[in-house]
Structure formats: C-alpha cells, structure tokens
C-alpha cells in the first residue's frame, strides 16, 4: 500500500512536472541592465517604485532617478532651490489616492513631487533621526513612516505630523499596516496602530524586556 509519505511525494512530483510545463509555455523574461554609462546617476540602488502613470523611479545615494522607457531624468537637492527634493538619498515611495507620489528622504520629513510643475513640495521635521519606513492609509488619508527612533503620522489635508511614540534612544524602528491596524516595533516594545483613530498604543508581548510600562 501507499505510505502517506510515498503519496505526497507523488502528489509534489505531479504538481512541480504541472509547474514546469506551464512555464514552458511562456516566453523567457528578458532582461536589460541599467549602468552609469546609460544616465544612472549612481550604481548604488535602494527603492525602486513603479508611478500609476508606468514612471520608475529610482533611488540612489546621488539623486532620485526616474526612468520613462527610453532615458533618466535626476533629481538631487538644491539648497538654493526650495522646488527642489528634500535630499537626495530616498528611503521609500508611496501614492496617495489622489495620485500623488510621496518620498521619504533619508532624513527630515516628507516631500511630494508635483507632476505638473515637474519639481516639489517639502514637509520638514524640525528633528529626527535617519528615516525606516514608509506606508500609506488608504482608507484615512494618513502617511506612517518611522525614524530610528519614532513613528510619525502625517496628514496631507492638515499638513500636520503626530510623534506617536514616547522619546527613546532605539536603533531601529520597523512598520507595518494591515487593514485596520499597524504594527510597531523597537527595541523599547510592541505597539499597536488603531488607523482609524490615529492612536498608538503599547501592548503587552510576554517577553519582560519589552512589557515595561505597559498599561494594565
């Protein structure tokens, strides 16, 4: 007789041959590689965002790249220009669902680039530290992005930022959004994102050296 074993190896068997002839099926991908020598304006590459209107863009330690299928046009900051982006180094992208492309510069806030005038507009932080990263409510309106040490929420419609966390000396603060809630996490504990309410609000994890002053 057939052991369960025996008979989940057939059944894997069947499913990779399935697998491998529905690719065959297909034409292989087909790949061009991008360098300095064709308008990259640096071979360093953190984020890379495709726009609703097929853009990429593409960040880089020496300016945000943004790519039309033929060539690149760079953005790197001016100081003596205010239209110009916040910093030339990009931790992320996001679009709002009014279509606007959102980045997070390395540090100092938010900045939004204005298809029509083709340059941007800033949003400084008066303090913070290198930025993490970057997610966008839909359903509220609201762009979440963390530093090393603190999850900020920002409201295009008040243009206004909210701390969200209580002054701490962490290294590293992650985020997440899913649904209705967001989740946070460094090295001072666990919170939870009521997305609805814009509030923030630790919560207790098991492990003593992140359950300090939890409520309750």
Known sequence: ??????????ILTVFLFLSVAGMTQYPPFAFKRFTIDDGLSQSSVGRIHEDRLGFIWIATEDGVNRY??????????????????????????????????WMLPFQGGLTMYLREKDHFRNFPLPVGSPSN???YDEKNNRIWFTSRNQLYSFSPA????KAMLPRNESFQTRLILKGNTGWVINSTGLYKIDLDKNLCVKVRTGIPDLDSEVPG
């Open 133 to 135: 990263d970057l997610r």
């Open 158 to 161: 008040e243009n206004r930022f």
């Open 68 to 101: 039309d299928g033929k060539s690149f046009k760079i953005y790197r900051h001016n100081p003596s220009n205010p239209n110009s982006i916040m910093a030339s180094w990009i931790s992320g992208f996001v679009e709002d669902k009014q279509g606007n492309l």
């Open 1 to 10: 007789g057939m052991t369960v074993s025996s008979g989940l190896t057939r």
